[in-house]
């Protein structure tokens, strides 16, 4: 059941807000699960809202005969580490009205589930709309509530497997010629001249699993030559930042506006013990100063198009811009924002492609 719950976060998911320790480990996994403050959703996966905790009800009512309560995974469903869902089969012109009682009932996300998204448990003339909820009183209460209206039932996943779940993905990399990651839960052994870096991505982007960030590491392997200034923004993890430090750069500002994200980035330095080069925050861009020889943003096309200014406005004399998050498909766009820059690099992965710009030649 984790892997039917995970594998549904895809690109093409359908994500509508963070649902807890599953929306945690698709972040993880490169899902970019959105939330509140999280303006580039659809990075990898789409048509996401984003919504606040709600109130609780403590009502606890009986569930209607004619509904089924179904338990996925192990275990019963009074095992109080399974995570209660209420799943709706609607058709599509009933969807937002679906969603909107969810939403009223207190559901704290919503994902949707049709025969567009990697996980189809609807026909083709159907959508599955599942809300989580904090405990199961409250998946029972919205269930009652909703039993008559809706084709309704209660799923369960296993809440405990998703902390833990999520680290399946990720493994020991080499990436460039220096380069090698791995998470904490996997010793390595690296050759003399390696730089090893220990990642735990935890709830934040930035495994190093994603080609995105792969791309902006090789890149980093090739260019920091030793003594930068970084700015890294959108710095999930942290990895591109540390990475850039244990490569030899000088110092980091990393920002991003999720703070969780900070958290973990803060985590990260102290691991691979760069804390003392690293200044990791959720501060605005526009409230960093200075001039940096590195300024490196893995956020996505349709947020970067509208940062030349910030970005390039950051860069010292002779600097280097990066930028990642581009589908190969969008390089034309990216570059035409950035103009007049120009493209000294470009390397793809995949569908996705990273580009390495410097002022125009006076
Ligand atoms: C694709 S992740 C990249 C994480 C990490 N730098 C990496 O390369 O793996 C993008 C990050 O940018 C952050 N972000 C999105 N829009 C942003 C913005 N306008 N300013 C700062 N951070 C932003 C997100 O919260 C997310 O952590």
Redesign the pocket.
């Known amino acids: 059941m984790v892997a039917r719950a995970l594998g549904s976060f895809g690109r093409r998911a359908s994500v509508h807000a963070p649902l807890d320790g599953l929306a945690r480990a698709c972040r993880a996994v490169g899902c ?1 699960v959105a939330l509140p403050r ?3 959703a659809g ?1 990898y996966s789409d048509r996401r809202v984003a919504r606040g905790q709600p109130p609780w009800s403590d009502h606890l009512g009986s569930v209607p005969g004619n509904l089924s309560v179904r338990a996925h995974g192990r275990g019963l469903m009074s095992d109080p580490v399974h995570h209660p869902f209420v799943s709706i089969r609607v058709r599509p012109a009933r969807l937002e009205l679906a969603q909107l009682r969810l939403w009223e009932l207190g559901a704290s996300g919503l994902e949707e589930r049709d025969e567009t998204t990697l996980v189809c448990e609807a026909a083709s003339d159907q959508v599955v709309v599942i809300g989580a909820f904090s405990d199961e009183a409250a998946a029972r209460h919205a269930l009652k509530e909703i039993g008559e209206e809706y084709d309704a039932e209660i799923i369960y996943v296993p809440s405990q497997d998703w902390a833990t779940e999520w680290r399946r993905g990720f493994s020991a990399q080499r990436i460039g010629k220096r380069l090698l990651l791995h998470p904490s839960w996997e010793a390595v052994q690296g050759e003399p001249d390696d730089v090893v870096l220990t990642i735990d991505p935890e709830n ?3 495994s190093g699993d ?1 080609e ?2 792969r791309l ?1 590491l090789r890149l980093l392997d090739q260019w920091v030559a030793g003594g930068e200034r970084v700015l ?6 942290g ?2 930042s540390i990475a850039a430090l244990r490569l030899g750069a000088a110092s980091a500002i990393a ?4 703070e969780d ?1 900070v958290v973990v980035a803060r985590r990260n330095a102290e691991i691979n013990g760069v804390a003392e080069r690293i200044e990791a925050s959720a501060r605005p ?1 526009q409230d960093i100063d200075g001039a940096y020889d590195i300024v490196l943003a ?3 096309t349709r ?1 970067l198009v509208h940062m030349p200014e910030p970005l390039q406005g950051r860069l010292a004399a002779g600097g280097i811009l990066i930028l ?2 581009i589908l190969r498909a969008e390089t034309d766009e990216l570059l035409a924002a950035y103009a007049p820059m120009r493209l000294a690099e470009c390397v793809e992965e995949g569908e996705w492609c990273a580009c390495l710009l410097r002022p125009a030649e006076p």
């Open positions: 970019a999280f303006p580039s990075i934040a982007f930035g994603h995105t960030t902006v890294d923004v959108g710095c999930g993890s990895v591109l920002v991003d506006i999720d994200a861009l893995n956020i996505e947020v990642s998050g």
